[in-house]
């Protein structure tokens, strides 16, 4: 920007007075909003997960530092913006993910996704996304088949919280797959065989997923934090987990051969990445639409676009990859989706012109 | 105030801005008459005035030194006794190299309110030439020449009158004490403009419930009234706008590159009215008017009768000024003009003299814009300055004008509440006056 701020931004125009609102206070704002999905993810998956944010942030805040000083905008670290890519990023990976997943597939959030077109608000793609889709396609083995169960299941047997944060990641473990993987394979069945499929450890986390996905808890205590801050508007998580609620229950009994109208809606929406998609990413404010309707239009279509990928695609999971198609159409949402303009309603012209 | 009361707002966006309206309980005296005032020609929206005397000449306050030029002008008036010691071209805040007539004051005082003439048998015509002859304006601001207002073009059938005493601004007062100190000539007014529009049925008197003593005051002189009711309105900064309070009482919406006028209606500050009953009853011309002199370290706030030319810095000897201040606004914070120079005079829009403090004091950051929205939120056009603010910093005019570019009321309240410190409202402006320009060009 600037080409004629200079002249508009002079001084001498009004309005003088201006609210206490500001970049660093939302983006601050949403990093504590992120603090009890990490703490969710700690609790869950152990000194692992911790690990993992560790590097993530480092990773993310020198990828920042240099960007900024190269492109000439500065310092930016401290905006805040950078701390939440990476608390992202890093929910977005299995406790079991090595550490050059995290140190470059961040470093492709930051320095490729973010900063391309120039840093925060000018990129097309949430970072987090853009990097959790990058270490998908290029450490796909990583990512699909290392799921380990939650320290909770090893503590229960008797070992303290070291220790099962070891036993998690060894290899011989990584047995039990996510939820919605075993759904895809095994349907319902496999779900009740492996006794993952119980609503109240879905919704507090402890099962095996992404260290900061898994807690629907702990996320929709950020949610509504941020809520009450005035920092996002319900519009596209309400509607989009919404959405996957009601396609799901359509839909979702049907490749179980349990016909239609019988699938399990609540099991679809507390699984898998959606309430941290919905509440965290996809309502990401550089990367939405601008208007409600168009909000409300990009919530639907990701809904919809979700719950055709986990329910006939060939992944378990579609959340990441209905985001970044969702993204990349928001410019063409925001030029069809307007808000109606006063004084234009076709009464009130069409008064004007008998008169 | 009335719990039961129904309260008026506009359907859409609005900012709550702190109100500071630290000077509500004061009232309105008369400002020292200044040693020299100086009055330009441009105080009204159109044509200036053009001269009508010349430097030596005597004057006496309340004659005339401009005339109207065409169809949209005012004329200006002497406001003080005097010799005319000079005729110079300066700047005012809105318009470059206008003729100023600088009047040494002497001689002596005109008793204006001493004699009342009677106007109740006068014509719809008489009336309007009456408030033509005083020069009148719309005092919120606009300056609008209130003899074109008063006379709608022909077809159009004014059936509601508005007066606008919702004083959204921060900071200001003066409307507030007018509601209060002036109540029995502003309802001679509404009889007088109802004289001049016989087909008003309905006139509505809004006022924002942070007046409250106002509202009271209203409803309890109306009581037993029903062609005159009281409009509590919510708080809601810019519900003051025409637009915005006629969407609040009438609920109608007045058309894109329309006037009030279109949908039957017709809003007038409650200045205004005053100056209206003044210019009428008195025959006295707009010479002074009321204003809010205000600001967190000024050593005498309060709300003044200002003869019209009266340098501020005239103002500033008087009442104070504090000793570090980011700015002085002339009108309130959230529309008004920074000003950059102490010679500037008083003039007929100047509804407040306002210093900001630093902390108060907007500064544009060259920050993009994190699309978070809430310029869209609090537009109550439904535009989306974010989008108009970006085409115009890249020239491209056409396209914003064709989202809605000139329907920007510029209230400022998406300036107001953006993260990023974007200057929207400036980019806007700037955008609508690079579209004109380029018109201009293409036509020649
Ligand atoms: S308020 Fe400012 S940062 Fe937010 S969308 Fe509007 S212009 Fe962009
Ligand atoms: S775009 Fe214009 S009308 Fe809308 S909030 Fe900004 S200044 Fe006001």
Redesign the interface.
């Known amino acids: 920007?600037?080409?004629?701020?200079g002249?508009?931004?002079?001084?001498?125009?009004?309005?003088?007075?201006?609210?206490p609102?500001?970049?660093e206070?939302?983006m601050w704002d949403v990093v504590i909003a992120l603090i009890p999905a990490g703490i969710a993810g700690v609790y869950f998956f152990g000194a692992n997960a911790l690990r993992i944010i560790a590097i993530s942030l480092v990773t993310g805040l020198l990828t920042e530092l240099v960007m900024g000083i190269l492109s000439k905008r500065g310092i930016t670290i401290f905006d805040g913006s950078v701390v939440i890519t990476s608390l992202l990023f890093a929910y977005n990976l299995p406790p079991a993910a090595p550490w050059y997943v995290i140190v470059f597939g961040n470093m492709f959030a930051v320095a490729i996704v973010k900063w391309a077109f120039?840093?925060?608000?000018?990129n097309f793609m949430n970072p987090a996304i853009g990097g959790r889709l990058f270490v998908m396609i290029a450490w796909s083995g990583v990512m699909s088949g290392r799921w380990s169960p939650t320290i909770r299941s090893f503590m229960e047997k008797g070992m303290d919280f070291w220790q099962a944060s070891q036993a998690i990641v060894s290899p011989e473990m990584m047995t039990s797959a996510s939820a919605l993987t075993v759904l895809k394979i095994d349907g319902y069945a496999g779900l009740y065989k492996q006794g993952l499929f119980d609503y109240w450890n879905l919704f507090i986390g402890n099962v095996p997923g992404c260290i900061g996905e898994t807690s629907v808890l702990a996320i929709l205590i950020g949610f509504v934090y941020l809520l009450v801050r005035r920092v996002i508007?319900w519009e596209v998580p309400v509607i989009y987990v919404g959405t996957v609620a009601f396609l799901s229950w359509i839909f979702g009994g049907l490749s179980h051969g349990t016909g239609w109208f019988t699938g399990d809606a609540l099991f679809h929406i507390l699984s898998g990445g959606l309430m941290l998609g919905a509440c965290f990413m996809a309502n990401d404010?550089?990367?939405?639409p601008?208007?409600f309707s168009g909000n409300v239009f990009y919530a639907l279509m990701l809904g919809f676009l979700t719950t055709m990928i986990r329910l006939f695609g060939g992944y378990p999971e579609g959340v990441a990859f209905s985001i970044a198609v969702m993204n990349i159409f928001v410019p063409l949402i925001?030029r069809y989706f307007?808000?109606?303009?006063?004084?234009?309603?076709r009464a009130?012209?069409k008064?004007?012109r008998e008169? | 105030m009335d719990k039961k009361q129904k309260i008026f707002t506009f359907k859409r966006g609005g900012v709550h801005p702190h109100e500071n309206k630290l000077t509500a309980a004061q009232p309105i005296v008369n400002a020292d008459v200044p040693p020299l005032v100086r009055i330009p020609m441009a105080q009204h929206l159109g044509a200036p005035a053009k001269v009508l005397v010349s430097v030596g000449d005597e004057v006496k306050e309340g004659q005339r030194i401009g005339e109207a030029t065409g169809m949209i002008s005012a004329h200006i008036h002497a406001s003080v006794s005097g010799v005319v010691t000079a005729i110079e071209k300066a700047n005012t805040l809105t318009a470059k190299q206008i003729d100023f007539v600088v009047i040494k004051t002497g001689g002596s005082f005109h008793n204006w309110v001493g004699e009342k003439f009677p106007w109740e048998n006068l014509s719809s015509q008489q009336l309007v030439s009456l408030v033509q002859e005083a020069g009148v304006v719309g005092l919120g601001g606009a300056t609008f020449p209130t003899h074109v207002k008063l006379s709608p073009p022909p077809g159009k059938v004014v059936e509601t009158l508005i007066l606008n005493g919702a004083e959204c601004e921060p900071y200001l007062t003066i409307d507030h004490r007018m509601l209060l100190e002036k109540s029995q000539e502003i309802l001679t007014a509404i009889e007088i403009v109802r004289r001049i529009l016989p087909t008003i049925k309905k006139v509505y008197i809004g006022i924002e419930i942070n007046k409250e003593d106002a509202i009271d005051h209203w409803t309890a002189l109306l009581a037993g009234r029903s062609d005159i009711t009281v409009a509590p309105l919510k708080t809601r900064y810019p519900q003051g706008g025409e637009k915005q309070l006629i969407q609040a009482i009438t609920g109608k919406e007045v058309p894109t590159k329309g006037l009030p006028a279109d949908i039957g209606v017709l809003v007038e500050n409650v200045s205004t009215m005053n100056a209206i009953y003044e210019a009428v009853v008195h025959h006295k011309p707009l010479i002074e008017r009321g204003l809010t002199y205000t600001g967190k370290g000024v050593a005498k706030p309060g709300n003044y009768k200002v003869r019209i030319g009266t340098p501020i810095s005239h103002l500033i000897e008087s009442y104070g000024k504090p000793e570090k201040f980011a700015a002085m606004i002339s009108g309130g914070p959230m529309m008004g003009l920074e000003i950059p120079d102490e010679n500037i005079p008083v003039v007929k829009s100047t509804s407040g003299i306002v210093f900001l403090s630093p902390q108060e004091d907007y500064k544009v950051e060259d920050r993009p814009c994190i699309r978070c929205a809430k310029c869209l939120a609090v537009c109550p056009i439904g535009l989306m300055p974010t989008e108009l603010a970006k085409l115009a910093d890249n020239f491209l005019v056409e396209e914003a004008a064709g989202i809605g570019l000139f329907d920007c009321i510029e209230c400022g309240a998406c300036a107001y509440i953006c993260p990023s410190k974007i200057p929207l409202v400036g980019l806007i402006r700037y955008g609508k006056e690079f579209y004109k320009r380029k018109q201009a060009q293409a036509k020649k």
């Open positions: 920007m600037a080409k004629a701020k002249k508009a931004g002079a001084g001498l125009f009004s309005p003088h007075i201006h609210s609102f500001s970049v206070k939302v120039g840093g925060l608000g000018y508007t404010s550089v990367t939405s601008l208007s925001d307007r808000p109606s303009l006063y004084g234009y309603r009130v012209l008064k004007a008169s």
